[in-house]
T-cell receptor, first 113, second 108 residues
Framework: SQTIHQWPATLVQPVGSPLSLECTVE??????LYWYRQAAGRGLQLLFY??????ISSEVPQNLSASRPQDRQFILSSKKLLLSDSGFYLC????????????FGQGTRLTVV | RKEVEQDPGPFNVPEGATVAFNCTYS??????FFWYRQDCRKEPKLLMS???SGNEDGRFTAQLNRASQYISLLIRDSKLSDSATYLC?????????FGAGTRLFVKA
């Protein structure tokens, strides 16, 4: 069966520090991968999605970037965090071309202080 | 215009009430539709898919109107445990877009 792992679960980082969140999927090949952010009390905002290795589409301009170095690995990064980067970051995967549901990792709660 | 729009609520209803959530989407080429449930500080989880003919799962009924680009979720006989945020989800091509969610509070 397919599983998705996301870590760390919680993170407290100072303003200006770098960020690296990692997500891996097991049990499937060539998944579509997504990074979402949810600010406190708000909905899910799509940040990046990827349909294959090295293919990244950005939905929102910001100081974040994403990379997909391997088929089932998706990384969210920042060189310098802002206070406004605080939120709940969720990695998700889906299969096929928009035909199937998305499955989420357990999320990373990031607090920038 | 947002790609997926929902009434944010909150909806405050008593136990046993029937409550309906609506959602509109802007991309007429969208192919798949879902309702997700998100509990506080947790990841969203699939509640049900939405089919063109409408579908029911126990107390939950989902409907899709492609002509109006409109999706609905009806919850009958609300339970305290139904309290959560309900997310409308639209998928087309390689993109899966979530609505901002509708918060539901069911009171005893």
């Amino acid at each position: 069966s397919q599983t998705i792992h996301q870590w760390p679960a919680t993170l407290v980082q100072p303003v200006g520090s770098p960020l690296s969140l990692e997500c891996t999927v097991e049990g499937t090949s060539n998944p579509n991968l997504y990074w979402y952010r949810q600010a406190a009390g708000r909905g899910l905002q799509l940040l990046f999605y990827s349909v294959g290795i090295g293919q990244i589409s950005s939905e929102v301009p910001q100081n974040l970037s994403a990379s997909r170095p391997q088929d089932r690995q998706f990384i969210l990064s920042s060189k310098k965090l802002l206070l406004s980067d605080s939120g709940f970051y969720l990695c998700a995967w889906s299969g096929g071309q928009g035909a199937s549901e998305a499955f989420f990792g357990q999320g990373t709660r990031l607090t920038v202080v | 215009r947002k790609e997926v729009e929902q009434d944010p609520g909150p909806f405050n209803v008593p136990e046993g009430a029937t409550v309906a959530f609506n959602c509109t989407y802007s991309n007429s080429a969208s192919q798949s539709f879902f309702w997700y449930r998100q509990d506080c500080r947790k990841e969203p989880k699939l509640l049900m898919s939405v089919y063109s003919s409408g579908n029911e799962d126990g107390r939950f009924t989902a409907q899709l109107n492609r002509a109006s680009q409109y999706i609905s979720l009806l919850i009958r006989d609300s339970k305290l445990s139904d309290s959560a945020t309900y997310l409308c989800v639209v998928s087309g091509g390689f993109k899966t877009i979530f609505g901002a969610g509708t918060r539901l509070f069911v009171k005893a």
